[in-house]
T-cell receptor, first 111, second 113 residues
Framework: QKEVEQNSGPLSVPEGAIASLNCTYS??????FFWYRQYSGKSPELIMF??SNGDKEDGRFTAQLNKASQYVSLLIRDSQPSDSATYLC???????????WGAGTKLIIKP | NAGVTQTPKFRILKIGQSMTLQCAQD?????MYWYRQDPGMGLKLIYY???????DKGEVPNGYNVSRSTTEDFPLRLELAAPSQTSVYFC????????????FGDGTRLSIL
């Protein structure tokens, strides 16, 4: 079992709809979680982080964390073609604070 | 504000050649990281450093070496380049503290032919 798992996609979503990206992790002790966006040929850029159970909203983005079920998700409301990218989930190890990376989910927003 | 700067952006090497990928950060971060990313894959940690003079292996260190003589710089050395080292290399830095993210450079695209 991988430490951090994401569906590789591609996930195709119509413009204006809600895109839902999921990530599961194996280390129950992990406490902080990061979502990065990576456009093709570019470097990862931080979108959001979350460390408390529940929802955290930032503009069109909502991160959701459920530690009991060991999953974290990212919702993108009113999806735009510019949201088309690969979304990487990173889980911070509680032992040394290193980030463990999922393989990413490719999101395609169709106009 | 430059952040994390990587050079070069692109490089083609012949099998057996050596080169150094440069990484510099101006955020006074103690922690620095080297990752490689193969097409369609996630990030794999090669080496990391928790401060000047201190480095440690990550998940895929074979074929690489690093040094950290200053807080700002963290070069990655490839010795005897092999086709399997064709990849995109990202340098990142961070505070290394809980709840703190890593910040990435623009990457170096390296092809070994």
């Amino acid at each position: 079992q991988k430490e951090v798992e994401q569906n590789s996609g591609p996930l195709s979503v119509p413009e204006g709809a809600i895109a839902s990206l999921n990530c599961t992790y194996s280390d129950r002790g992990s406490q902080s979680f990061f979502w990065y966006r990576q456009y093709s040929g570019k470097s990862p850029e931080l979108i959001m982080f979350i460390y408390s159970n529940g929802d955290k909203e930032d503009g069109r983005f909502t991160a959701q964390l459920n530690k009991a079920s060991q999953y974290v998700s990212l919702l993108i409301r009113d999806s735009q073609p510019s949201d088309s990218a690969t979304y990487l989930c990173a889980v911070q190890r509680d032992s040394n604070y290193q980030l463990i990376w999922g393989a990413g989910t490719k999101l395609i927003i169709k106009p | 504000n430059a952040g994390v700067t990587q050079t070069p952006k692109f490089r083609i090497l012949k099998i057996g050649q050596s080169m150094t990928l440069q990484c510099a950060q101006d955020m006074n971060h103690n922690y620095m990281y080297w990752y490689r990313q193969d097409p369609g894959m996630g990030l794999k940690l090669i080496y990391y450093s928790v401060g000047a003079g201190i480095t440690d292996k990550g998940e895929v260190p074979n074929g690489y070496n690093v040094s950290r003589s200053t807080t700002e710089d963290f070069p990655l050395r490839l010795e005897l380049a092999a086709p399997s080292q064709t990849s995109v290399y990202f340098c990142a830095s961070g505070t290394g503290l809980k709840f703190q993210p890593q910040h990435f450079g623009d990457g170096t695209r390296l092809s070994i032919l």
